[in-house]
């Protein structure tokens, strides 16, 4: 069992930096690839970014690619995701969610577990 939970959003200006951070707690966290989603009101929980368990591999969607990077850090059992040059698009609730191996995946159904998730709001 993975517990996650989700920090650092916020209602920030359009052009703007934030950084989320997850917690992890359970399973050994480097044997998990942890992945970033993202859903905004009336639309479907999408893929934002993936990291592998040992973090030397990370995928973006291409919306983000270029202003989001992922990371994470084993030792504190976190994984994170610093968002710049923010725009009213990426308005959305973030979610963490972590795999049951350590490969990463931009589908929804291959994650095992997930966090409550934490807003993200950018003002134009």
């Known amino acids: 069992q993975v517990q996650l939970v989700e920090s650092g959003g916020g209602l920030v200006q359009a052009g703007t930096s934030l950084r989320l951070s997850c917690a992890a707690s359970g399973r050994t966290f480097t044997y998990s690839a942890m992945g970033w989603f993202r859903q905004a009101p009336g639309k479907e929980r999408e893929f934002v970014a993936t990291?592998?368990?040992?973090?030397?591999?990370?995928y973006y969607t291409n919306s983000v690619k270029g202003r989001f990077t992922i990371s994470r850090d084993n030792a504190k059992n976190a994984v994170y995701l610093q968002m710049n040059s923010l725009k009213p698009e990426d308005t959305a609730v973030y979610y963490c969610a972590a795999r049951g191996n350590p490969y990463t995946s931009s589908r929804t159904v291959e994650y095992d577990y997930w966090g409550q998730g934490t807003q993200v709001t950018v003002s134009s």
């Open positions: 990291i592998s368990g040992i973090g030397l591999s990370t």
